[in-house]
C-alpha cells in the first residue's frame, strides 16, 4: 500500500508562484511515474504535469513553460512548481503514483489563484 500526502496548496494572487509537495510511503518510490492532476468541481481530473522514474517531465499544453515537476528519490518525494499562476490553474491538485497496474491517489490539496 502507498500512502501519498500532498501540500502547499494555498491562496495566490495571479502572476504568482507555489511549489506543491507530495510525500509518498511506497518503496517503489524510485521505480514509480508520479504525476500531478488538477480537477474543478463539475469536470474531469485532468493530467497537469507527469514524471517518469527516469526523471523525463511532460506537461499539459496549459501550464507549459510555467510549471515544473521535479521529484527527489531519496526523500520519496515529487514537487511541481507553479508559476505565473492564473484563475484557471485553481483546483484541487492530487498526486498519482503509477507502477504497472499499481495506482495511488493523494487526498489533494487546494490551490486559488484570485485577486
Keep these: 500500500q502507498v500512502q501519498l500526502v500532498e501540500s502547499g496548496g494555498g491562496l495566490v ?8 509537495s507530495c510525500a509518498s510511503s511506497g518503496r517503489i518510490f524510485s521505480i514509480s511515474a508520479m504525476g500531478w492532476y488538477r480537477q474543478v ?6 493530467l497537469v504535469a507527469r514524471i517518469t522514474s527516469g ?3 511532460n506537461y499539459a499544453d496549459s501550464v507549459k513553460g510555467r510549471f515544473t515537476i521535479s521529484r527527489d528519490n531519496a526523500k520519496k518525494t515529487v514537487y ?4 505565473s499562476l492564473k484563475p484557471e490553474d485553481t483546483g484541487v491538485y492530487y498526486c498519482n503514483s503509477n507502477w504497472g497496474h499499481m495506482d495511488y491517489w493523494g487526498k489533494g490539496t487546494l ?3 484570485s485577486s
Aim: net charge positive; aromatic share 0%.
Design 13 to 20: 494572487q495571479p502572476g504568482g508562484s507555489l511549489r506543491l
Design 41 to 46: 468541481p463539475g469536470n474531469q481530473r485532468e
Design 55 to 57: 526523471g523525463i517531465g
Design 80 to 83: 511541481l512548481q507553479m508559476n
Design 111 to 113: 490551490v486559488t489563484v
